[in-house]
């Protein structure tokens, strides 16, 4: 008896192998990079990357949020709204003084920005799940709420935060460094490591691809669509 051993070349990768849909971002970043540097060399310094980086920080842990609700077959246009009316809240405790200590205060601010953010997600997931409302047309109207809400708080104007012991001690989270990293910059990637895992590693985070990828099927195998769109909502409040 003789043993054939047959050995199997693997094809060579092409560019039809390549997730162009992941890849996309990655070259339009390059493209923008290149024509920044064109425009203007000191656009690819390291000084100003970080500053770039550094004030989009927060639109991309807004971002992180939208990309569970986007996951699930959802969509939110109220997110800068609802942004806009937890963070006239927030300011306009903390400019309350119910709590003598500034730290503390902050702390409190931060806390109960988390909790009406999720509430706000909370509204807009259990109006477009139980209230069976498209996305579009239900964020759409709760853009309008939350916009109007802003307004009428901030009387047509800014609302600015009164306190300079308070704006010293927050200073930091925006100004501050570790390391020689701003602080921002720490933030997000924490945030985003956070936020991959969740989505690639967790029983949740693969029912929010099932169900963004076919609603029908994640049904017929036991997922709770409501559920897991409603809770994505909610973490796009929390971001």
């Not at 990079?33 to 842990?61: C, E, H, K």
């Not at 109960?112 to 997600?121: D, E, F, P, S």
Request: glycine content about 8%; hydrophobic content about 55%; some cysteine.
């Amino acid at each position: 008896m003789t043993n054939v051993a047959t050995e199997t070349q693997k094809a060579p990768r092409t560019s039809r192998d390549w997730d162009m849909a992941a890849i996309a971002p990655f070259v339009a970043l390059a493209l923008l990079l290149i024509l920044g540097y064109f425009a203007n060399p000191n656009f690819v310094s390291v000084a100003n990357l970080l500053n770039v980086i550094t004030r989009s920080a927060f639109i991309a842990i807004i971002a992180l949020g939208a990309t569970y609700v986007i996951s699930s077959g959802g969509l939110d246009l109220s997110v800068g709204s609802m942004v806009a009316f937890v963070a006239s809240l927030m300011i306009l405790f903390m400019n309350s003084g119910v709590i003598a200590d500034p730290v503390l205060m902050l702390i409190c601010a931060a806390m109960l920005t988390l909790l009406l953010g999720a509430a706000c997600g909370l509204v807009n997931g259990l109006i477009t799940t139980v209230g069976r409302i498209e996305p579009f047309i239900a964020t759409l109207g709760t853009m309008g709420i939350y916009r109007g809400l802003t307004t009428w708080l901030s009387q047509g104007g800014a609302i600015t935060l009164q306190d300079r012991e308070l704006q010293q001690i927050y200073r930091p989270v925006y100004f501050g460094s570790v390391a020689g990293i701003p602080v921002p910059i720490i933030v997000i990637f924490a945030t985003a490591a956070i936020a991959a895992f969740v989505l690639y590693r967790t029983r949740y985070g693969r029912h929010v691809v099932a169900v963004g990828s076919s609603e029908d099927v994640a049904r017929y195998s036991g997922i709770s669509v409501n559920r897991v769109r409603t809770i994505a909502y909610v973490i796009q409040g929390l971001c």
